[in-house]
């Protein structure tokens, strides 16, 4: 167990709707990722959070947004949701920005 | 904007066998570059990092070098077993303020007994 929470594990959903992936990260750690891997492909970065701010943001769709609360947990919001949308995401968190990055066990998403 | 390539795409080793994972980045302020695991179903794990003012790292069968001049960097594991099989990912962090942790595109690396 890395500490990392990620919920729901399994998520199946129709085209254009809009669902919510919460993360919970490790405690005491500042710094949240997302990422989202679609089958036999690699971790394509979506965004990161630090301390409540987002911080970077890499090739992440219009439709998705994020945000990091008070509390450090975080949320991917994702809507209109298309069948290329299917994929795992994971949540990822550290202690600072370029510290070893706990991964969560990922949110499996199914669009059909 | 950042990137890191990594190569091969999959590597077939007999067990006993060394295996080099290859990984170049593109963002010359990057200074974190860790290595990740990923079995299959499973969650990506650390499995060895180095920052940029080190040159080689090593941890039992496992190492890890890099070339800040050329920008890139190699992991090597010694004596593979089978269990190493699984997926490898690279990583590179740090550059300019935003500090991003890009991956590479993963490497399948699979043991024969």
């Known amino acids: 167990d890395s500490g990392v929470t990620q919920t729901p594990k399994h998520l199946i959903t129709a085209t254009g709707q809009r669902v919510t992936l919460r993360c919970s990260p490790r405690?005491?750690?500042?710094?949240v990722y997302w990422y989202q891997q679609s089958l036999d492909q690699g971790l394509q970065f979506l965004i990161q959070?630090?301390?409540?701010?987002?911080?970077a943001k890499g090739n992440i769709l219009e439709r998705f947004s994020a945000q990091q609360f008070p509390d450090l947990h975080s949320e991917l919001n994702l809507s209109s949701l298309e069948l290329g949308d299917s994929a795992l995401y994971f949540c990822?968190?550290?202690?600072?920005?370029?510290?070893?990055?706990?991964f969560g066990q990922g949110t499996r998403l199914t669009v059909v | 904007g950042e990137n890191v390539e990594q190569h091969p795409s999959t590597l077939s080793v007999q067990e006993g066998d060394s295996a080099v994972i290859k990984c170049t980045y593109s963002?010359?302020?990057?200074?974190?570059f860790p290595w990740y695991k990923q079995e299959l179903g499973k969650r990506p794990q650390l499995i060895i990092d180095?920052?940029?003012?080190?040159g080689e790292k090593k941890d039992q069968r496992i190492a890890v070098t890099l070339n800040k001049t050329a920008k890139h960097f190699s992991l090597h594991i010694t004596e593979t077993q089978p269990e190493d099989s699984a997926v490898y990912f690279c990583?590179?962090?740090?550059?300019?303020?935003?500090?991003?942790?890009?991956f590479g595109t993963g490497t399948l690396l699979a043991v024969q007994p």
């Open positions: 990822a968190s550290s202690v600072l920005p370029d510290t070893e990055a706990f």
């Open positions: 405690s005491g750690d500042l710094s």
């Open positions: 959070y630090y301390n409540g701010e987002e911080r």
């Open positions: 963002d010359s302020a990057s200074n974190y």
């Open positions: 180095i920052r940029s003012n080190v």
């Open positions: 990583a590179a962090s740090g550059g300019g303020a935003t500090n991003k942790l890009i």
